[in-house]
């Protein structure tokens, strides 16, 4: 069996993946071969023709770009009706158990640096709560509100899916029953180098990386996760990220909007902040809409204005979607013709010596491939973009300091809890961003909206004095 997987390689002119064989052990042999037959060689074969020597290693195509239109909050030009409609529409989907929530955790959070998966981090204020038991927690408060358990699905890659499975078990599925909880592991692609040679990380082993968020819809189906919806009678996946813990996990309206257009794929849009802030542009091209990437939209473009002097590419992606099943099922299956692209990211990738020594590159040395989720967007039927409150569902952790880190999300979660509380009535002093003197936490479990909020508050005998490292739970 190994010599015909060599051969296979040999003839895809990958055969060099094998030159340490000599010097491997028996169970380094099997560890490879077991990679290697992961490993699709005519895949590989397209895509290096395409993104290392091609013309898609040459950027996107931006030809017949317009602004796409989407559906303002209510209060922002949204009709208060359509909003309260798609409410009740999202909420009877949820009491009728269609829903599901599925977050992606398989990145390798690099610009964190933090050491351990991701959704691991403490992230909340005072009890410093991790980022999956925040979303834990939304999810049974959603699942209890409505009456029907919200199963969630946690896509990991292989390098975190133990850790991520173990955390959970430590932590008792933060109260959630462990039958609700999936998890399952994304796909892999080999790292090459640019003459398009796959790359071995050390003798024994190829250079495999996870294949992008946009291997959700693969992994889904692969999995069997869509099967198992299938089963349940869930037709709606709601899709977030593992490094924002204020997303609204589960949003009856988002949900609503998206059945009543039958829509195959919605997404959620902010106005751009400024014209460089680092959210991809919701465009169309030709009949279909599409997100393009902040960094491949040239200047003219992410600057322009109409007649008032507002950016004309005001909607960003905040990568927050909803996802009819059977479109992930089209999307994710064998139908070349509804497979998503893969993009080309050159990065340092650790590699040995042809004496099998380590080189740890100081400078990009090949190139990654990866899917993105939004690239399925121009596949889908009647997608559906809706506008959403930034400080009400956006502030990720990505970077280690500045602009999107650990404290720029504790300050923005504060934030939330303090506006929550001023609009039950409390008196509560702020500085000039909006802070409150004291650090305090509002768990989900007791309010996970203003509108829950207000509501828990009114009940309470002795609402607490809002101090230094109060939870309200
Ligand atoms: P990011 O683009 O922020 O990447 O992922 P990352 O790997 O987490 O972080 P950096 O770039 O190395 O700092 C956005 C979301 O997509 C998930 C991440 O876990 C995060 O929720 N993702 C990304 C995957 O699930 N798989 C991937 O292959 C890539």
Known sequence: MHAALKESFEQAGQGHVFRFWDRLIEEERDALCAQAAQIDLSEVDRLVKELVFGDGAHGVD?????????????????????????????????????????????????????????????????????????????????????????????????????ATVRFFEQHAFFGL????????????MPAVDYDGKILLETPGRIAMTPDGHGGSLRALVRSGAVAKMEEAGI??????????????????????????????????MLPKRHSKEKLGHFCTQRGKTVIVEYSDMPDELTEATDEQGNLRYIAGSIAIHTLSRDFIKRMGGNDVSASLPFHRADKKIQTVTDEGHPIKPESPNGVKFEMFVFDALPFAQQPVILETAREDDFSPVKNAEGADSPQTCREDQLREYTRWLKAAGVEIDTDGAGLPAASFEISPLFADSERTFVDAWSKLANPPAITEGLVIE
């Open 177 to 188: 029953d462990e039958d609700t909880v999936h998890f399952f592991q994304q796909g892999l």
């Open 235 to 268: 037709d709606v996946i709601s899709y977030f990220q593992v490094d924002n813990p204020l997303v609204k996990c589960i949003d009856p309206a988002f949900i609503g909007f998206h059945l009543k257009a039958e829509s195959e794929m919605s997404s959620k």
């Open 62 to 162: 931006l030809s017949d770009l317009a602004p796409a239109p989407y559906i303002p909050l209510s209060g922002n030009g949204g009709k208060a009706d359509d909003w309260a409609e798609a409410t009740q529409l999202g909420e009877d989907a949820l009491r009728a158990g269609r829903v599901a929530a599925f977050v992606v955790a398989g990145g390798q959070g690099t610009r964190l640096g933090f050491n351990g998966p991701k959704g691991t981090y403490p992230v909340t204020p005072v009890r410093k709560h991790s980022l999956f038991q925040v979303f834990a927690e939304k999810i049974k408060a959603a699942s209890t509100r409505y009456g029907k358990p919200i199963p969630w699905f946690i896509m990991t890659s292989n390098l975190n899916y133990e």
